[in-house]
């Protein structure tokens, strides 16, 4: 969406001749390093290029106004600045509700009301983290509206806590993270218990990334996520009996195999088997992306996918349809789930010229076999939350 366009849908919507100033967040996906975060392993995100666009202006009471063009049918939501907390009614509304009141909570002078228009890209429930992309689009609004001092690093972590403790998500910190410090034509391994992070060059020379929402919507993501968690934290606690290790991300797959007898439940050994040989997947993805070695890294993102199947068990007929599909298809390096799973995309690394190719063959199996379409986008790599300065379409 140009800027021109968001100027005028603000000022239609709030029925004023005011000029907004205007934000964005993007979207991310995960390349590699699925349900690693909780186990103390590494994930392998990216920045993409479309996202959440924010339009902004104060007013001159502490009434806040909120809109969104994706939820229309909400119209505008009000609250006073002196009551943010959460309400179920607001819907939408209590992810940047959220952000404002933690922003004050932490000592941020934030004492005006303001009118703010959302507009998203992002399909709801595709895994590419809507949450997040508003959470952040809002941190870096309210920073460059109110000129606050705050640290990009810190306003990630509220991102997560709105997440968490507001809105009583127990997310990790990957999408807020990836959000607020992509890089263009970068991916970012994060450790993240320590927030350690690296930038590796995303090249990907005559090759796209594409992304395939399966247009299901996960429904079993939130119930098996909690599952999952608990099966390795059984994992860990078997293993912690013989080994003194704090998490799973520790151990090396040979270390792992070595003791893997320790841990009691059959179904618990496979959890945790994904866990730390995804780990390992992470930190060998950096570096195949450092020497621009692409093949390794599609083979990387296939024994991903089939890890997820086989030893976590969270993709599902949909995604494994698109992913299997997408495997026998010309010109694909790689393709896997991405996200929590039950639903939600799956990418492909593929080669452009085959890319319109791609998409008919894959929409075609998927279809027959699922009894809907797929739908595609081609992901680009970008930056950060920002502010909009130049005409952005």
């Not at 009000?78 to 009141?101: D, F, R, T, V």
């Not at 607020?180 to 995303?202: E, R, T, V």
């Not at 098996?224 to 968690?229: A, G, S």
């Amino acid at each position: 969406m140009k800027s021109s366009e968001l100027q005028t849908m603000f000022q239609n919507i709030f029925h004023t001749t005011k000029k907004p100033r205007l934000f964005f967040a993007p979207g991310r996906i995960n390349l590699i390093g699925e349900h690693t975060d909780y186990n103390g392993g590494n994930v392998f995100p990216a920045a993409i290029t479309f996202g959440t666009y924010a339009a902004c202006s104060k007013r001159e009471d502490k009434r806040i106004r909120f809109y969104s063009s994706n939820f229309s049918e909400t119209g505008i939501i009000e609250c006073e600045l002196s009551n943010l907390n959460y309400q179920a009614s607001h819907n939408w509304a209590n992810y940047p509700k959220g952000m404002i009141q933690f922003l004050i909570n932490e000592g941020h002078l934030i004492d005006q009301g303001m009118d703010i228009l959302f507009y998203g890209e992002i399909p709801n429930s595709a895994g590419l983290s809507s949450s997040a992309s508003i959470e952040m689009v809002t941190g870096v609004l309210l920073e460059g509206i109110f000129s606050l001092n705050s640290n990009r690093i810190e306003m990630i972590k509220l991102g997560q806590r709105v997440e968490n403790e507001y809105i009583g998500v127990s997310s990790g910190i990957m999408d807020q993270f990836a959000i607020g410090m992509g890089k263009k034509n970068h991916a970012i391994l994060l450790d993240c218990q320590s927030l350690n992070f690296y930038y590796a060059p995303l090249e990907l020379k005559d090759h796209v990334i594409l992304i395939i929402n399966t247009n299901k919507q996960r429904t079993l993501a939130g119930s098996k996520y909690n599952e999952r968690r608990t099966e390795c934290e059984q994992a860990l606690f078997d293993l912690r009996k013989q080994l003194p290790i704090a998490s799973l991300g520790e151990l090396t797959p040979d270390e792992f195999e070595t003791n893997a007898k320790w841990i009691n439940n059959p179904i618990h050994q496979k959890r945790a088997k994904h866990a730390v040989y995804e780990n390992a997947r992470t930190k060998e993805a950096l570096e195949k992306l450092r020497v621009s070695d692409l093949d390794r890294f599609g083979e990387l993102m296939n024994e991903s996918h089939l890890s997820l199947k086989y030893d976590y068990e969270v993709t599902g007929i949909e995604l494994d349809t698109i992913v299997e599909a997408a495997w026998d298809q010309p010109g694909v390096l790689g393709a896997r789930m991405t996200g929590a799973g039950f639903g939600g995309c799956a990418i492909a690394v593929v080669e452009r010229k085959y890319t319109e190719a791609f998409r008919k063959n894959v929409n075609t199996i998927y279809e027959e076999k699922i009894g809907y379409p797929a739908t595609f986008y081609s992901a680009e790599i970008g930056d950060g939350a920002k502010e909009i300065i130049e005409e952005v379409v």
